[in-house]
């Protein structure tokens, strides 16, 4: 009878269906064997003060090449950690290692580190940031917890509780991809973010669509009338920097600034920046 069985459940999968899953389950060993090996990595990604254009801090963006198949995009192996549950102690690494880095730069220089909403709600999230404040010894005013709007959109008081015991700690809180999926601006009214990271999806458009420049004005002044600082991801060209410093957007993170680079070379980035202002 189990052949049986056994022989009706293998007719269920078309063989492509088959030939996915079986490189899902290849990508989930692979995953669980690079942070037992310690094989992740973080680059930095600069962003600048779109006034002065100094650079004011760094995104740990994580970074994995798979053995069999390459580099792959955080895009797809983050959903994927976030359902074997590795994103719990993968997100912990990469706090107390960004916080490690950070801790050789100068104090005028953030960090931001990006929160899984599986990690946000794992219980002990509190307890990691203020353990990693102590250990790093950094200021915890230097870090920047960027977390998306899902957060938010489960609409529990526990997850606000959360946001507001983060904000205790000292560090500061960053609403990423803002105007993307179901991002409203109650969110904004409902826990005081201090910064909001507009979307790439927005700023790719400019200065063409004039939809996204409106939208991002509003949001823009949105954001300063409620005393929070402004970010526009992804900006690549000249053009987007001059017309997003315009309509009084704060700051600007992008591949015309810089692309996601090791910790060494971000070291040497901050190590020229001062020596060029001395
Ligand atoms: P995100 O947090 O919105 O990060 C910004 C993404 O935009 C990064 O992609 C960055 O490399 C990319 N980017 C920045 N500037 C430009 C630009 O000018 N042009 C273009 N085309 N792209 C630009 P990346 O590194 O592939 O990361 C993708 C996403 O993966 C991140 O989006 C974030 O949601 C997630 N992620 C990355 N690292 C971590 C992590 O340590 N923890 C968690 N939970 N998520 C992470
Ligand atoms: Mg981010
Ligand atoms: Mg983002
Ligand atoms: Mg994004």
């Known amino acids: 009878r189990a052949k049986a069985r056994g022989r009706r459940s293998h007719c269920f999968f078309e063989p492509e269906m088959d030939a996915q899953l079986k490189a899902r389950r290849a990508l989930e060993v692979n ?31 994580l970074r994995w090449t798979d053995p069999e198949r390459g580099p792959v995009s955080p895009a797809e192996f983050i959903p994927i950690a976030e359902n074997i549950g590795l994103i719990v102690p993968l997100g912990e690494w990469v706090l107390a290692q960004a916080c490690a880095d950070a801790a050789r730069w100068p104090d005028t220089i953030k960090i931001a580190i990006n929160l899984s909403p599986v990690q ?7 307890q990691t940031v203020r353990s990693v404040i102590e250990t790093s010894g950094i200021d915890p005013a230097r870090i920047e ?3 998306t709007e899902t957060v938010l959109l489960e609409d529990n008081a526990s997850n606000l509780a959360t946001l507001h015991a983060l904000r205790d700690l000292g560090v500061r809180i960053a609403m990423d991809d803002f105007g993307t999926g179901y991002s409203s601006i109650g969110y904004l009214r409902r826990f005081p973010f201090d910064k909001i990271k507009i979307d790439r999806s927005f700023v790719s458009e400019l ?11 509003g949001v823009a002044e949105l954001a300063a009338g409620l005393g929070m600082s402004t970010i526009a991801e992804g900006i690549e060209t000249i053009e987007q920097q001059e017309i997003l410093r315009a309509i009084g957007c704060t700051l600007g993170q992008g ?3 810089g692309k996601a680079m090791p ?3 971000a070291d040497a980035l901050l190590q020229k920046s001062r020596t060029v202002a001395a």
Do not use: K, M
């Open 255 to 257: 591949y015309l600034f």
């Open 145 to 147: 917890l960027e977390i």
């Open 120 to 126: 946000f709600r794992s219980g002990d999230i509190v």
């Open 207 to 217: 200065p063409h669509d004039i939809d996204c420049l409106t939208i991002t004005r």
């Open 263 to 265: 910790a060494v070379d």
């Open 31 to 61: 995953l669980r064997a690079a942070y037992e090996r310690r094989q992740f990595e973080l680059h930095y990604q600069p962003w600048v003060d779109l006034r002065s254009g100094a650079v004011n801090g760094f995104e740990a963006l």
